[in-house]
């Protein structure tokens, strides 16, 4: 069964993924209940705490996501009186940028709310979303989003400066989305590139219109970005690179990553690889420890579905570094073509395709990577030994320290996971 969220769902946090930006969203309260719960739990404000703040109608308590929850006298009539009531409210609160999307059933009632915001004296800082890609993935609802609200907000056309860049295709969905991006702008330092800002990944809007000013956009996850980066180029002529070898998966992909990069940018990739190459000796070391202790991993089996961008580099490091066995290799809806047709060529090469798009629940395996809830249900029911979830669905796990799956640390993280899982096979 899948569970995977919607396009709706990627237009909400796309909004919520930009850190000034509120989403009032015109509609029930049962459409709005999981993705303000989920945007407070894996992006906290600073007054998400302070609940007296948000005691008044439309809030309900929680403090984002302010919604008009409307009843059936609202679809016959009209949801003029409600957004008229909410849109103060939510101005009050002082954010930089707001957008009211539409439910999927209030997009059918026809309200104009272009006028209603205009009457608030809100349309300098508030946008219409009329209507939401709902039937789409989330990934497309998040990067049609993005694009939308940076066209809304008329950036800034500024100079570009050489070694600026904007990291594109990070989401709060995402599992450890910000130590991930921790990591890919420590490698960007390393090769003297400034990162500028992440659409939809934590910047504010001061930062997005400031975008502009880079020489080169990085699409780490073209699933999440093709349209924000087409924008990017045609509106300000802002190129954009990605990784043939998908996002920096292991050490592999991330060193084909760090020299894409340096190619497209102009800039020097030896500190970067100087970095990678100390992370992958301590590697070598641990494994050889491991080799004579306790057993090598190799012959292991694992299943994984996911993003393509994320799929297909992690299929590639674990087959040939660690010499580990797909069984069931499957992408998320919304998945990038070119990274689908580099991990078939991949699998065909090694005489692995009858893997691809395989039942994961058809023969045992030793890991899955995947959503949290298909890896309870495979691990509970024997079919697999443990599970690495890659995204934000359950929200009972509690982190003190920032965890990566990507460079050099986040290769470590997954060589930590899949050895201590393996020495119980």
């Known amino acids: 069964m899948i569970l995977d969220p919607d396009g709706f769902i990627g237009t909400l946090l796309a909004i919520e993924g930009i850190a000034d930006a509120r989403a009032v969203m015109n509609g029930p309260t049962g459409c709005r209940g999981n993705p303000a719960y989920f945007s407070d739990r894996h992006f906290p404000r600073e007054n998400s705490l302070?609940?007296?703040?948000?005691?008044?109608?439309?809030?309900?308590?929680?403090?984002?996501?302010?919604?008009?929850?409307?009843?059936?006298?609202?679809?016959?009539?009209?949801?003029?009186?409600?957004?008229?009531?909410?849109?103060?409210?939510?101005?009050?609160?002082?954010?930089?940028?707001?957008?009211?999307?539409?439910?999927?059933?209030?997009?059918?009632?026809?309200?104009?709310?272009?006028?209603?915001?205009?009457?608030?004296?809100?349309?300098?800082?508030?946008?219409?979303i009329e209507g939401a890609p709902y039937s789409h993935p989330f990934s497309y609802g998040f990067d049609l989003t993005i694009a939308a609200i940076l066209r809304w907000l008329q950036l800034n056309r500024l100079p570009r400066i050489k070694n600026?860049?904007?990291?594109?295709?990070?989401?709060?969905?995402?599992?450890?989305?910000?130590?991930?991006?921790?990591?890919?702008?420590?490698?960007?330092?390393?090769?003297?590139?400034?990162?500028?800002?992440?659409?939809?990944?934590?910047?504010?809007?001061?930062?997005?219109?400031?975008?502009?000013?880079?020489?080169?956009?990085?699409?780490?996850?073209?699933?999440?970005?093709r349209k924000t980066a087409e924008f990017y180029k045609e509106e300000f002529g802002i190129p954009f690179v990605t990784s043939p070898s998908g996002a920096p998966v292991g050490f592999g992909p991330t060193e084909v990553w760090i020299n894409t990069v340096a190619e497209a940018t102009g800039q020097d990739p030896a500190p970067a690889l100087a970095y990678l190459r100390k992370k992958r000796t301590h590697a070598f070391h641990q494994l050889s420890r491991y080799h004579h202790e306790a057993g090598y991993p190799k012959g292991a089996t694992f299943s994984v579905r996911g993003d393509s961008s994320f799929v297909y580099p992690l299929t590639t490091w674990l087959y040939e570094y660690l010499g580990m066995l797909p069984v069931s290799v499957n992408c998320t809806d919304g998945k990038d073509g070119e990274m689908v047709q580099s991990l078939k060529k991949f699998l065909e090469f090694y005489q692995l395709s009858c893997c691809f798009q395989a039942d994961a629940g058809d023969v045992p395996f030793h890991l899955y990577f995947g959503d949290s809830l298909t890896g309870k249900d495979l691990e509970l029911s024997g079919r697999c030994v443990k599970s690495v979830e890659l995204f934000n669905r359950t929200t009972n796990d509690i982190y003190f320290t920032e965890r990566t799956f990507l460079g050099g640390t986040g290769a470590l993280w997954l060589l930590d996971f899949i050895f201590d899982t393996i020495r119980y096979k």
């Not at 919604?67 to 957004?83: H, S, V």
């Open 50 to 128: 302070n609940r007296r703040s948000f005691e008044e109608p439309f809030f309900f308590g929680q403090s984002r996501i302010p919604c008009t929850y409307l009843d059936r006298d609202d679809y016959i009539l009209g949801c003029a009186e409600k957004l008229k009531a909410v849109l103060p409210l939510v101005a009050d609160k002082g954010d930089a940028f707001l957008a009211v999307v539409n439910s999927p059933g209030a997009s059918l009632i026809g309200d104009d709310i272009n006028r209603f915001l205009k009457d608030a004296s809100l349309d300098d800082r508030c946008m219409a």
């Open 164 to 225: 600026r860049v904007n990291l594109l295709g990070f989401s709060m969905y995402q599992k450890y989305w910000q130590g991930n991006i921790a990591e890919i702008m420590h490698l960007c330092e390393l090769m003297g590139l400034c990162v500028v800002s992440v659409p939809g990944g934590g910047s504010c809007v001061a930062e997005l219109r400031e975008s502009t000013t880079a020489s080169c956009n990085l699409m780490i996850h073209p699933e999440y970005s």
